[in-house]
């Protein structure tokens, strides 16, 4: 919080400051809400969200986080899985032979350095709403309201979004909408070779350790350092609200130092 909301904590009884910060977060990202609900492109995202609402109810999902422990899935096994891919993980296409059934992106640095890559893909892909100023509405992308500000877990991805410090979050929310369970994670390593403050912009020098091929953040590619706790407080609000509604999310991926999920052998799942 800013000092002088720490200020105003002193003057306030204890019980009330949960509302004075979501009051002031709220206060945040409310001035984004009328065009982010009445704009031509969200008012057809939101039509599009409305018809894939528990659309998928019956069929698990599995969720590919971009970690190197995907060079040691048989990612082959997902033909024919409904998956949710993240950020770049199109430049594996090729190689694969196949693409994600649904591919989200909302890192404001990875849409505005790969913005030709993403309006070229001719598939169903989930953007930010702040993606508008590179990546123009078409048949294939839906914009979602994310923010980054005041945590929750949305059930109906028709409204905001927090997006937790991950992409994989806000799959999570979207998985969730349209009914997907269980929803499994690949890749998700849930750590990173390269540190430093959390969110802090960094420009990649060489080859890429922290994601499965060495390409994918590049020499010259601007990024932000993970924020490792954000994500791991966002990940038990994702578990709580799955497993109140009666579902799971299951972790398989290899080796990975993510522990808030239960773990699969990912072999097992086939």
């Known amino acids: 919080m800013p000092a002088w909301t720490r200020t105003l904590a002193r003057y306030?009884?204890?019980?009330?400051?949960?509302?004075?910060?979501?009051?002031?977060?709220?206060?945040?990202?409310?001035?984004q809400w009328p065009a982010a609900r009445w704009h031509p492109w969200r008012r057809e995202s939101r039509r599009r969200l409305a018809a894939l609402k528990d659309r998928y109810r019956g069929h698990?999902?599995?969720?590919?986080?971009?970690?190197?422990?995907?060079?040691?899935?048989?990612?082959?096994?997902?033909?024919?899985?409904?998956?949710?891919?993240?950020?770049?993980?199109?430049?594996?296409?090729?190689?694969?032979?196949?693409?994600?059934t649904f591919l989200v992106s909302v890192n404001d640095l990875v849409i505005e350095q790969c913005a030709a890559d993403l309006q070229a893909l001719d598939m169903p892909k989930f953007l930010t709403w702040r993606a508008r100023r590179f990546v123009p509405l078409d048949a294939h992308t839906t914009f979602l309201f994310t923010t980054y500000m005041d945590p929750t877990f949305a059930t109906d991805a028709r409204g905001r979004l927090w997006e937790g410090a991950t992409v994989t979050y806000v799959a999570l929310q979207l998985a969730f909408h349209m009914g997907f369970d269980p929803v499994?994670?690949?890749?998700?390593?849930?750590?990173?070779?390269?540190?430093?403050?959390?969110?802090?912009?960094?420009?990649?020098?060489?080859?890429?350790?922290?994601?499965?091929?060495?390409?994918?953040?590049?020499?010259?590619?601007?990024?932000?350092?993970?924020?490792?706790?954000?994500?791991?407080?966002?990940?038990?609000?994702?578990?709580?609200?799955?497993?109140?509604?009666?579902?799971?999310?299951?972790?398989?991926?290899?080796?990975?130092?993510?522990?808030?999920?239960?773990?699969?052998?990912?072999?097992?799942?086939?």
């Open 60 to 100: 698990r999902a599995f969720i590919l986080g971009n970690g190197p422990s995907l060079r040691r899935t048989d990612v082959q096994k997902l033909r024919g899985e409904f998956t949710f891919g993240l950020n770049r993980v199109y430049l594996a296409f090729p190689q694969w032979g196949f693409r994600t």
């Open 12 to 31: 306030v009884p204890a019980w009330a400051l949960p509302w004075l910060r979501a009051a002031y977060l709220k206060a945040l990202w409310l001035p």
């Open 184 to 270: 499994i994670l690949v890749g998700v390593d849930h750590r990173f070779e390269t540190q430093g403050p959390a969110n802090q912009t960094v420009v990649s020098e060489g080859d890429d350790p922290n994601h499965f091929l060495p390409h994918y953040f590049g020499r010259g590619f601007r990024w932000q350092l993970p924020d490792l706790v954000t994500s791991e407080y966002a990940y038990r609000l994702a578990r709580q609200a799955y497993e109140r509604a009666g579902r799971r999310v299951l972790d398989a991926t290899i080796d990975g130092r993510l522990q808030v999920f239960p773990k699969v052998a990912y072999e097992d799942l086939f």
